[in-house]
C-alpha cells in the first residue's frame, strides 16, 4: 500500500513539474525572441498657461510598422517606424493635424546626430539633405499636442535590420498585429510626472577697473552677457552648439583675454567688466529678468552699456547688432561704429536691426530686452536677422557641432575682444589690433575648441538641470579662473511654463509569434501533456481508474435513494 501511495505522489510530482514547464513556455512565447534595447528620446512634454503641448504619454507596448503601410489601415495600436532621411512630413502633418489615431512615432535620425559623434565633411553634406525637413518635423511637433508618445533613436545596424523587416511585412499587405505577429515596441515606463520647482541658476563674475589717483567717482561698467541653456523637440538630446553654445564659449575666451590685461596694472582699464551667464533664456530670457532685479540702483546706473551674444558660430559674411533704442541713440552709435570699424578691418560686415519693445507684451525676443526694460543702453550680436518666434532657434536637433563654423566663430570672437579693448583703452577708429594673431593675447582655438566640444555633448535645457549640475559647477569654475567675486544666483522658474519629466527610456524591440502560432503550440503541449497523464494514471493505478475520472459523478440525490434501499433491505432481513 505504501509502495503504491510512493508512486502516485511521484506521478502527481511529475505532473505538477510539466504544468508547470507548459505555463511558463506559454508565458514567454512573446517574449524569447528578444531582438534588440536602444536608447530613446522622448519629444518634450510642456504647457503654456495650462495649454497641453508635445507627448502626453510615455509608456509603450504596440507592434512596429513603418511609412509602408496599406491605405486606409487602423494604426491606433501601431508605432510607426520613420527614418528622418525618408521623412514623409505630409503623413506627420495628416496624422498630427487631423489627430488621427496612432499608438506611437519612432523617427530614426543619422548615426551623425549623436553627441558624442565627431562628424566630417560629409557628414555635415549628408545633414544639409535634411535639414531643412528636419526643421520643419521639429516646429511641427514642439507646438502640437500629440495623445501618443513620441520618440528619436539613432540610426544603427540593429534597427535597421528590424526597419527592413517591418518594410517587408508592411510592402507585402502583412503588417505586425497580434494575429500576424512580427515586431513590438515596449517602453516600461511610469507617466510623466510635473517636474516642482525648476532651478534656474546665473552665473556672474568681475573684472575691476583700476581708478585713477584721488577719483572718488564709481567707474562705469560694460556688461558681456550669455544665456546658456537651451530648449528642443528631445530635451536629452537638445545640446544648441551655437544657439546659444557659442556665446557661452565666447564670453569666456573674452573673459580670459581680459584677465590677462587686468592682471597687470599697467594694462588694466579704467572701466570695470561684469561677465553674466544668465539661464532661462528660452522662456523669455527670464533669468536674466531676475538677475537684473537683483541689481541695485547704482549697479544698474554705472552700466555704459551691455553687449549679449547669441548664436555667433555659424555665419558666413554678416553678422547683426539687434538695438531697441534708435540708431541715432549716442551710445548706440558709439557700439555699432565701434563694432563695425573692427569687421571691416577682419573683413566681413556688421549690420544693425532696429526693433521696439512693448513693455506690456511679456514676451521678449532678444536678451538686450531686459536691459532695455530698465532703461540700461544694450544691443544683441548674432549671425540671425531676425528675431526668433518662441521657443525657435533655441538648440534643437540640427544645432550640433557640426554645424559651427569654428573660422567664423574665432573672427566673432575677435570681434567682440578688440571692439570692447578700444572702447575701454580710447583706441576707437585707430587701426590698432590688441589681440592680435601669434601674439602673447591671441585668440586661443584650443581652449575654444575644448569648451565647443563640451557643451556639444551636454543638454541643457533648464528644467532638467539641477543647481548643482556638473555643468553648472564647470561653468563656475571656469569663470573663477578668470574673473573675481564669482557668485551664483539660483531662482525658481516661473511664469507660464509647466515641464513634465521622463526625457530618455531603454526601447526593447521583441520579435513576437502570431496567435495562431501559440494556439497551435498550445494544442500541441496540451495534447502531449494529455497523453503523458494518461500512460502514468494506466502504469500505476490501472485502466479502470483513468475512465474513472473521466466518469460523470453520481448525483446526491442518487447516493441518498441507494443509500435508503440499502437500509430498507437491511431492516428485512433482521425481521
Given at each position: 500500500?505504501?509502495?503504491?501511495?510512493?508512486?502516485?505522489r511521484?506521478?502527481?510530482?511529475?505532473?505538477?513539474?510539466?504544468?508547470?514547464?507548459?505555463?511558463?513556455?506559454?508565458?514567454?512565447v512573446?517574449l524569447?525572441?528578444?531582438?534588440?534595447v536602444?536608447?530613446?528620446?522622448r519629444?518634450?512634454q510642456?504647457?503654456?498657461?495650462?495649454?497641453?503641448?508635445?507627448?502626453?504619454?510615455?509608456?509603450?507596448?504596440?507592434?512596429?510598422?513603418?511609412?509602408h503601410?496599406?491605405?486606409?489601415?487602423?494604426?491606433?495600436?501601431?508605432?510607426?517606424?520613420?527614418?528622418?532621411?525618408?521623412?514623409?512630413?505630409?503623413?506627420?502633418?495628416e496624422?498630427?493635424?487631423?489627430?488621427?489615431?496612432?499608438g506611437?512615432?519612432?523617427?530614426?535620425?543619422?548615426?551623425?546626430?549623436?553627441?558624442?559623434?565627431?562628424?566630417?565633411g560629409?557628414d555635415?553634406?549628408?545633414?544639409?539633405?535634411?535639414?531643412?525637413v528636419?526643421?520643419?518635423?521639429?516646429?511641427?511637433?514642439v507646438?502640437?499636442?500629440?495623445p501618443?508618445?513620441?520618440y528619436f533613436?539613432f540610426e544603427?545596424?540593429?534597427?535597421?535590420?528590424?526597419?527592413d523587416?517591418?518594410?517587408?511585412?508592411d510592402?507585402?499587405?502583412?503588417?505586425?498585429t497580434?494575429?500576424?505577429?512580427?515586431y513590438?515596441l515596449?517602453?516600461?515606463?511610469?507617466?510623466?510626472?510635473?517636474?516642482?520647482?525648476?532651478?534656474?541658476?546665473n552665473i556672474q563674475?568681475?573684472?575691476?577697473?583700476?581708478?585713477?589717483?584721488g577719483d572718488?567717482?564709481q567707474?562705469p561698467?560694460?556688461?558681456?552677457v550669455?544665456?546658456?541653456?537651451t530648449?528642443?523637440?528631445?530635451?536629452?538630446?537638445?545640446?544648441g552648439?551655437?544657439?546659444n553654445?557659442?556665446?557661452?564659449v565666447?564670453?569666456?575666451?573674452?573673459?580670459?583675454l581680459f584677465?590677462?590685461?587686468?592682471?597687470?596694472?599697467?594694462t588694466?582699464?579704467r572701466?570695470?567688466i561684469l561677465f553674466g551667464?544668465?539661464?532661462?533664456?528660452?522662456?523669455?530670457?527670464?533669468?536674466?529678468?531676475k538677475?537684473?532685479?537683483?541689481?541695485?540702483?547704482?549697479?544698474?546706473?554705472?552700466i555704459?552699456?551691455?553687449i549679449?551674444?547669441?548664436?555667433?558660430g555659424?555665419w558666413?559674411?554678416e553678422l547683426?547688432?539687434?538695438?531697441?533704442?534708435?540708431?541715432e541713440?549716442?551710445?548706440i552709435?558709439?557700439?555699432?561704429?565701434?563694432?563695425?570699424?573692427?569687421?571691416?578691418?577682419?573683413?566681413?560686415?556688421?549690420?544693425?536691426?532696429?526693433k521696439?519693445i512693448n513693455?506690456?507684451?511679456?514676451?521678449?525676443?532678444?536678451?538686450?530686452?531686459?536691459?532695455?526694460r530698465?532703461?540700461?543702453?544694450?544691443a544683441t550680436?548674432?549671425?540671425?536677422?531676425?528675431a526668433?518666434?518662441?521657443?525657435?532657434?533655441?538648440?534643437g536637433l540640427?544645432?550640433?557641432?557640426?554645424?559651427v563654423?569654428?573660422?567664423s566663430?574665432i573672427?566673432s570672437?575677435?570681434?567682440?575682444?578688440?571692439?570692447?579693448?578700444?572702447?575701454?583703452?580710447?583706441?576707437?577708429?585707430?587701426?590698432?589690433?590688441?589681440?592680435?594673431?601669434?601674439?602673447s593675447?591671441a585668440?586661443n582655438?584650443?581652449?575654444i575648441?575644448?569648451w565647443?566640444?563640451?557643451?556639444?555633448?551636454?543638454?541643457?535645457?533648464?528644467?532638467?538641470?539641477?543647481?548643482?549640475?556638473p555643468?553648472?559647477?564647470?561653468?563656475?569654475?571656469?569663470?573663477a579662473d578668470?574673473?573675481?567675486?564669482?557668485?551664483?544666483?539660483?531662482?525658481?522658474?516661473d511664469?507660464?511654463?509647466?515641464f513634465?519629466?521622463?526625457?530618455?527610456?531603454?526601447?526593447?524591440?521583441?520579435?513576437?509569434?502570431?496567435?495562431?502560432f501559440?494556439l497551435?503550440l498550445?494544442?500541441v503541449?496540451?495534447?502531449y501533456?494529455?497523453v503523458l497523464?494518461?500512460?502514468?494514471?494506466?502504469?500505476?493505478?490501472?485502466l479502470?481508474d483513468?475512465i474513472s475520472?473521466?466518469?460523470?459523478?453520481?448525483s446526491?440525490?442518487?447516493e441518498?435513494?441507494?443509500e435508503?434501499?440499502?437500509?430498507?433491505?437491511y431492516?428485512?432481513?433482521?425481521?
Amino acid at each position: 500500500m505504501a509502495h503504491r501511495k510512493a508512486r502516485e505522489r511521484d506521478m502527481l510530482d511529475s505532473v505538477y513539474s510539466m504544468l508547470a514547464l507548459v505555463f511558463i513556455l506559454v508565458a514567454c512565447v512573446e517574449l524569447c525572441d528578444a531582438a534588440t534595447v536602444v536608447d530613446v528620446y522622448r519629444l518634450i512634454q510642456y504647457d503654456i498657461s495650462g495649454v497641453p503641448f508635445g507627448s502626453r504619454l510615455a509608456s509603450l507596448n504596440h507592434h512596429a510598422g513603418s511609412l509602408h503601410f496599406s491605405p486606409g489601415a487602423d494604426l491606433s495600436r501601431t508605432v510607426v517606424m520613420i527614418p528622418v532621411r525618408e521623412l514623409n512630413i505630409s503623413f506627420v502633418t495628416e496624422y498630427v493635424s487631423r489627430k488621427h489615431p496612432l499608438g506611437g512615432m519612432l523617427f530614426l535620425l543619422p548615426e551623425i546626430f549623436r553627441l558624442e559623434n565627431g562628424g566630417g565633411g560629409k557628414d555635415v553634406r549628408e545633414k544639409e539633405v535634411v535639414k531643412n525637413v528636419l526643421l520643419e518635423l521639429e516646429k511641427l511637433l514642439v507646438h502640437a499636442k500629440l495623445p501618443y508618445p513620441v520618440y528619436f533613436a539613432f540610426e544603427n545596424d540593429e534597427i535597421d535590420a528590424v526597419l527592413d523587416d517591418v518594410k517587408k511585412n508592411d510592402a507585402t499587405g502583412q503588417p505586425a498585429t497580434a494575429t500576424t505577429g512580427g515586431y513590438k515596441l515596449v517602453i516600461p515606463i511610469a507617466e510623466p510626472k510635473k517636474v516642482a520647482s525648476p532651478t534656474i541658476t546665473n552665473i556672474q563674475g568681475w573684472l575691476q577697473g583700476l581708478k585713477a589717483d584721488g577719483d572718488a567717482n564709481q567707474l562705469p561698467t560694460i556688461a558681456i552677457v550669455a544665456s546658456y541653456d537651451t530648449f528642443g523637440a528631445a530635451p536629452a538630446l537638445s545640446v544648441g552648439s551655437d544657439s546659444n553654445g557659442s556665446g557661452v564659449v565666447a564670453l569666456l575666451e573674452v573673459a580670459r583675454l581680459f584677465s590677462l590685461l587686468y592682471s597687470n596694472p599697467k594694462t588694466r582699464g579704467r572701466y570695470n567688466i561684469l561677465f553674466g551667464l544668465t539661464s532661462g533664456g528660452p522662456y523669455n530670457y527670464n533669468g536674466t529678468h531676475k538677475w537684473l532685479r537683483s541689481f541695485d540702483q547704482r549697479l544698474r546706473e554705472s552700466i555704459d552699456y551691455a553687449i549679449c551674444l547669441n548664436s555667433v558660430g555659424s555665419w558666413n559674411n554678416e553678422l547683426w547688432i539687434h538695438v531697441s533704442k534708435p540708431p541715432e541713440n549716442a551710445y548706440i552709435k558709439q557700439i555699432f561704429e565701434g563694432f563695425t570699424n573692427v569687421a571691416e578691418e577682419l573683413g566681413f560686415k556688421v549690420g544693425l536691426k532696429h526693433k521696439k519693445i512693448n513693455i506690456s507684451n511679456p514676451r521678449v525676443a532678444w536678451e538686450h530686452e531686459q536691459f532695455s526694460r530698465l532703461r540700461v543702453t544694450a544691443a544683441t550680436l548674432s549671425e540671425l536677422s531676425a528675431a526668433p518666434e518662441l521657443l525657435e532657434s533655441t538648440g534643437g536637433l540640427l544645432d550640433s557641432r557640426h554645424f559651427v563654423d569654428e573660422t567664423s566663430f574665432i573672427r566673432s570672437v575677435q570681434l567682440v575682444a578688440e571692439s570692447l579693448a578700444r572702447h575701454i583703452y580710447g583706441y576707437q577708429g585707430k587701426n590698432i589690433q590688441i589681440f592680435a594673431d601669434n601674439s602673447s593675447l591671441a585668440v586661443n582655438p584650443s581652449y575654444i575648441r575644448s569648451w565647443l566640444d563640451l557643451l556639444s555633448q551636454t543638454p541643457r535645457v533648464a528644467p532638467f538641470i539641477s543647481k548643482n549640475d556638473p555643468f553648472i559647477m564647470a561653468l563656475k569654475k571656469e569663470l573663477a579662473d578668470h574673473t573675481d567675486e564669482v557668485i551664483m544666483q539660483h531662482e525658481v522658474l516661473d511664469g507660464m511654463f509647466t515641464f513634465y519629466d521622463s526625457t530618455k527610456a531603454s526601447l526593447n524591440i521583441y520579435q513576437v509569434a502570431s496567435v495562431t502560432f501559440d494556439l497551435l503550440l498550445l494544442l500541441v503541449l496540451g495534447s502531449y501533456l494529455i497523453v503523458l497523464f494518461s500512460f502514468l494514471v494506466i502504469t500505476t493505478r490501472g485502466l479502470d481508474d483513468l475512465i474513472s475520472l473521466f466518469r460523470r459523478p453520481p448525483s446526491r440525490k442518487v447516493e441518498v435513494s441507494q443509500e435508503k434501499l440499502a437500509n430498507d433491505n437491511y431492516e428485512c432481513v433482521m425481521v
